[in-house]
């Protein structure tokens, strides 16, 4: 009989995630369920779409629905920008084993992409940035509607833009290794995966076309 080598084990997965081998030793299970962390995060951008109304019943400018609609937008972002993607840029070494609301969510999104539990390089770094940078231009193109800047128009083309570019390579780099990170499930491939990223990116779209139209009409007015 040949000898019996600690090679020859197959490590037990103690984990829900994509791919099965995936490593995360210090994984521990969430304390909220799929339906509680939806829910938390509802209510959270719920929460920044009350604070940009507040905000915007105390412009100082008349508005159109679009801008209105615009900083909405760009606040809930930047609420998800700073607050759980920051989060994120911060805590990702740990984040399998976290025990808080913002972890819990993580955990349940990474059903879609368990790059979020592995520090993934690319993951990491492309968060970070956003976190940062796209978050802070968020604000500033909210600003600069609600205060009637053109600093709003710079601002809101790079956020745009910044955003789309994101979306893009998060999206391309997950295709080019077959989407082995994500959980072939329809619920968690084409509603977490693929609707709520394509949506993000449809949105962004849509805003940055809004962004140019209205440009040129602001320059035709002028001449």
């Known amino acids: 009989m040949a000898d019996f080598q ?5 490590p ?14 210090h994984y521990v299970a969430s304390k909220f369920n799929m339906s509680e962390s939806l829910t938390t995060l509802s209510a959270g951008v719920g929460l920044l779409a009350v604070i940009s109304i507040i905000l915007l019943a105390r412009a100082r400018t008349s508005l159109t629905g679009k801008d209105k609609l615009i900083v909405i937008w760009m606040i809930v972002c930047a609420g998800i920008h700073i607050i759980l993607e920051g989060y994120f840029s911060f805590n990702h ?3 399998a084993g976290k025990q808080s609301v913002l972890a819990d969510l993580w955990r349940e999104y990474a059903h879609s992409d368990s790059r979020y539990l592995t520090s993934d390089p690319f993951t990491v770094i492309m968060e970070g940035i956003t976190a940062v940078f796209d978050g802070s231009f968020a604000i500033v193109t909210a600003y600069g509607i609600l205060a009637d800047s053109p600093i709003r128009y ?3 083309l790079i956020t745009s833009l910044a955003q789309v570019y994101g979306d893009v390579l998060y999206m391309a780099t997950n295709y080019m290794e077959n989407y082995k990170h994500t959980n072939p499930h329809p619920y968690y491939f084409y509603f977490y995966f693929v609707t709520l990223n394509a949506s993000g990116y449809a949105c962004k779209n849509i805003y940055r076309g809004m962004l140019i139209a209205q440009r040129a009409t602001t320059i035709k007015k002028s001449n």
């Open 6 to 10: 600690p090679q020859d084990v197959i």
């Open 93 to 95: 070494a740990t984040l």
């Open 154 to 156: 710079p601002a809101q």
């Open 12 to 25: 037990e997965v103690l984990h829900p995630y994509f791919p099965r081998d995936a490593a995360l030793p």
